[in-house]
């Protein structure tokens, strides 16, 4: 999962897309970059590490430019440690594009070698990312009939784009003497949003992954990109949209609403707090109906993500809530670190327990989710160590038993707690005296009421069932057999 931005504004950008990617640096921890157009030139700097540690002054000021784009990029097991994988990623020709991507492409070893025999276009790392980055440039090529390149051009080339490529993008590009171009995958699995500010000199442009980019930049949200839907802007603000895909629907990952988005967002027309209280109360139904409420003594949340419906299900259930777990802010997610053995270091790192709230109690720990097991053992070893009676657990997430192959780092079956085993048998392993976990069709439902319009939902780590239809067993076992012989795997978090 990344985190992407793009602007046109009537000022120098770069200090705005830095602000925005500090309110996306959540969706991405391990590198972040910057792309700025001024007086007919790219300028571009990007580096491992947070954007606080990317960017410096020197940096900044190497950065000028009205209009630019930004990224933070999300490790997994299957990333480079070089940073030609950070992006943006600029190719120069037809007209030069410097380009950023949220999602995972599921046909790019197809299209590479598409691209390498057939349209003559060569692919330096293993970044899905790049793949698509030559597909939309070569297309644009091929759109293009005169000396410079036009609004319905461009439409043309992305039209043929979601032709092309299957799976997830959400994608920020700048072309040369052009402007910003946005699109979305026509299901919509990765969320994009359009934001307005008006300034005493025009109007200000601005796309981004979530909407508290925008707004925590002073611009108003106006509207989400729909899927399939390309938007563009050009350098003097003036936008043009339109729909580039044959049969778009909206079908969100649930994902985004469970963990990775901020709550203080609105994704797809759905407040992400409000979905994680809804999520919750069904949860709270759940837990009535597998636990003995009188066993239980107060409800705890697993900071930060699962503190929403932690709350409404101890207020739906009528039990005391408290705070057991302090957060350390310094330590990044640890779902979305890479390698298990960091994820286990930082666990500890990251939480401290208050002994006097679990001092002789018993106590309901609630997450958002249960992936591989690790936090979620370490959290319950925490908890007895401070003195809790008996520990249940429960999960605002369904169980985890599929990989997921559009953008999140859990590629193999083998690494899921959930896979083979019932719900006794993670409650085994994890340590707990009752686990309880949603039911799929209660998440999708407190999406559903909040927002009506949704087609579908892209809920395959839970279900198997891969919304763009390419994903089979043979598939999955591939992706699984190159982690394991270490072969180049895509770049899932671009």
Known sequence: MCGVVGLVARSPVNQLIYDSLLLLQHRGQDAAGMATWHDQFFSMHKAYGLVRDVFRTRNMRSLPGNSGIGHVRYPTAGSSDSVDEAQPFYVNAPF????AHNGNLTNWRELREELFTIDRRHINTNSDSEVLLNVYAHELQCATTGAELSVDEVFKAVSVVHRRVKGAYAVVSHIAGFGLVAFRDPNGIRPLCLGRNETDKGVEWMVASES??????GFELVRDVEPGEAIIVDLDG????RQCAENPSLNPCVFEYVYFARPDSTV???SVYDARLLMGEYLAENVAKNLRLADIDVVMPIPDSARPSAMQLAAHLNLNYREGFIKNRYIGRTFIMPGQEVRKKSVRQKLSAIPMEFQGKNVLLVDDSIVRGTTSRQIVDMARAAGANKVFFASAAPP????NVYGIDMPTQAELIATGRDVEQVAQEIGVDGLVYQDLSDLERALSDLNPRFAGYESSCFNGQ???GDVDGAYLERLAEGRKNGKPVPDVTD
Do not use: E, H, K
């Open 96 to 99: 030069g594009i410097a380009f």
């Open 466 to 468: 891969y919304v763009t």
């Open 238 to 241: 003036n936008l043009s949209s």
């Open 212 to 217: 508290v980019a925008l707004t925590g930049c």
């Open 268 to 270: 797809d027309g759905v």
């Open 400 to 403: 985890v038993r599929y990989p």
